[in-house]
């Protein structure tokens, strides 16, 4: 139930905001619940499986996070913005 | 028990919300680093006190540090001072600091409480590294291989040109002609330099 409501949360902001680092923010939110029902569902049956899934998770998280913010640096190099609907000009 | 998983609860989806409507991007990470800790005690109340510790370490420790990384090269602008100035008032810190004050409260009641869990028993440490390494192994494996390949991708995209230039002396290699080799002698009959 939290889990589902940190995960819409984080859809929500990932649809809402317009800037590239808020985006980055929404996607560690619905990480971060996915990792919650993972965990939450290995506690409810005793299972080590939950938390182990967690910490795939997590590092999975770690390295999108660290080529996300690479790649956010380079675009805002190039273009001197972070707005995203000024960067679709990915075509042709 | 239940209820400070409720609290908890609550405290992360409040700050999450109010991550949201921040206009600024380092008053949004403040909210952020609160609702991954309301995660954390999430998952101590539920007994899986080590994943709680890897959150914090992890989550709040290091992705946020890059994430503040990247904000401060972003932002080298002449109206830095200035901005400074003005995200030092207190309505700023204020609300960030309430919510990870009831969660400092709330672990430190659990933590001298009892240690009873939330739906079921404690799934230790130990439980979760046997099963990590034994038939988890290809995915730790796995997980290595994704974590270089995002180290490289990121040493790839972040990696700026930089255009080095040699300083070379006009009497460089003069010196060294000279001396036929010798490289005690190299340089002998050079003028001194006058600082």
């Known amino acids: 139930m939290l889990a589902g409501i940190l995960f819409s949360?984080?859809?929500?902001?990932?649809?809402?905001?317009?800037n590239l680092i808020f985006v980055l923010m929404s996607l560690e939110v619905m990480l971060n619940a996915a990792g919650l029902a993972f965990v939450v569902a290995g506690a409810r049956w005793h299972q080590a499986d939950g938390q182990i899934m967690f910490l795939f998770v997590l590092a999975m998280a770690a390295a999108e996070v660290a080529v996300g913010l690479a790649l956010v640096l380079e675009i805002y190099r190039r273009f001197k913005s972070l707005d995203v609907d000024q960067l679709s000009e990915m075509r042709g | 028990m239940e209820l400070a998983f409720y609290i908890a609860g609550a405290v992360a989806v409040i700050s999450t919300v109010l991550m949201l409507t921040r206009l600024n991007?380092?008053?949004?990470?403040?909210?952020?680093?609160?609702?991954?800790?309301g995660v954390a005690v999430v998952f101590y109340v539920l007994g899986a006190a080590f994943v709680a510790a890897l959150e914090v370490i992890i989550y709040a420790g290091a992705i946020m540090v890059l994430f503040v990384f990247v904000v401060m090269m972003l932002n080298l602008g002449a109206?830095?001072?200035?901005?400074?100035?003005?995200?030092?008032?207190?309505?700023i810190w204020v609300?960030?600091?309430v919510l990870a004050g009831i969660l400092i409260i709330e672990v430190i009641s659990l933590v001298r409480?009892?240690?009873?869990?939330?739906g079921g028993g404690v799934v230790g440490p130990k439980?979760?590294?046997?099963?990590?390494?034994?038939?988890?192994l290809i995915g730790v494996e796995l997980a290595s291989v994704l974590l270089l390949a995002g180290l490289v991708g990121a040493y790839h995209l972040g990696y700026r040109k930089v255009e080095k230039t040699e300083i070379q002396h006009d009497d460089t290699h003069k010196g060294r002609a000279v001396a036929g080799g010798d490289l005690v002698l190299a340089g002998a009959d050079r003028p001194a330099r006058t600082p």
């Open chain 1, 9 to 18: 949360l984080g859809l929500t902001g990932l649809l809402v905001r317009r």
């Open chain 2, 25 to 37: 991007v380092v008053h949004a990470l403040l909210y952020l680093i609160v609702s991954l800790l």
């Open chain 2, 79 to 91: 109206s830095a001072v200035e901005m400074e100035r003005r995200w030092l008032t207190p309505g």
């Open chain 2, 95 to 97: 609300g960030p600091a």
């Open chain 2, 113 to 118: 409480g009892s240690t009873a869990s939330l």
């Open chain 2, 127 to 136: 439980q979760v590294g046997i099963a990590l390494f034994g038939p988890y």
